[in-house]
T-cell receptor, first 110, second 112 residues
Framework: ETGVTQTPRHLVMGMTNKKSLKCEQHLGHNAMYWYKQSAKKPLELMFVYSLEERVENNSVPSRFSPECPNSSHLFLHLHTLQPEDSALYLC?????????FGPGTRLTVL | GQQVMQIPQYQHVQEGEDFTTYCNSSTTLSNIQWYKQRPGGHPVFLIQ?????EVKKQKRLTFQFGEAKKNSSLHITATQTTDVGTYFCADPSSGSARQLTFGSGTQLTVLP
């Protein structure tokens, strides 16, 4: 247990559905991240929220929409996804340079 | 964007053999991190190297940062089945310090 929780752990959705992934940390960290991990591809940083800035990977499609209402919670809103979006979505948080990852949400888009 | 190349992609070793994974960058890195991801698990931070030529040890794991700060390696001595997993290097030098660029990882299988 790293102190970073993610729900749901598994999600199957159709291309027309709207769903949200949730991440929560109570480690007192001040930055939170979304990563995408696909088979045979490196971990890809999608979004960063920190006290100083929000950073987006410009290659992330607009069908992924992040929300960070406070320093402990992070959401990833999903709509009209494609089958190629099926992957493990990992949330992480940090205070310094070490990032703490959650267990991930395994997403399957049919 | 900046990329870190990691080799090999896969490595099978017999238990007790040594293992090394390498990470290379075309540009100078300010520092480098290493993570381990067990099968079905999530990445777990192992270490950060900062200084040129730095060598750090964690039990059977030895981490090195090149003199030019363009490469790094992770060496495991006398592998055990508990070492199974994927080892990633990560470059925190891209953009702000909060952004990590991960290598493609080396998937280690240890045969008993």
């Amino acid at each position: 247990e790293t102190g970073v929780t993610q729900t749901p752990r598994h999600l199957v959705m159709g291309m027309t559905n709207k769903k949200s992934l949730k991440c929560e940390q109570h480690l007192g960290h001040n930055a939170m991240y979304w990563y995408k991990q696909s088979a045979k591809k490196p971990l890809e940083l999608m979004f960063v929220y920190s006290l100083e800035e929000r950073v987006e990977n410009n290659s992330v499609p607009s069908r992924f929409s992040p929300e960070c209402p406070n320093s402990s919670h992070l959401f990833l809103h999903l709509h009209t996804l494609q089958p190629e979006d099926s992957a493990l979505y990992l949330c992480a948080s940090s205070f310094g340079y070490e990032q703490f990852f959650g267990p991930g949400t395994r997403l399957t888009v049919l | 964007g900046q990329q870190v190349m990691q080799i090999p992609q896969y490595q099978h070793v017999q238990e007790g053999e040594d293992f090394t994974t390498y990470c290379n960058s075309s540009t100078t890195l300010s520092n480098i991190q290493w993570y381990k991801q067990r099968p079905g698990g999530h990445p777990v931070f192992l270490i950060q190297l900062v200084k040129s030529g730095e060598v750090k040890k964690q039990k059977r794991l030895t981490f090195q940062f090149g003199e030019a700060k363009k490469n790094s390696s992770l060496h495991i001595t006398a592998t055990q089945t508990t070492d199974v997993g994927t080892y990633f290097c990560a470059d925190p030098s891209s953009g702000s310090a909060r952004q990590l660029t991960f290598g493609s990882g080396t998937q280690l299988t240890v045969l008993p």
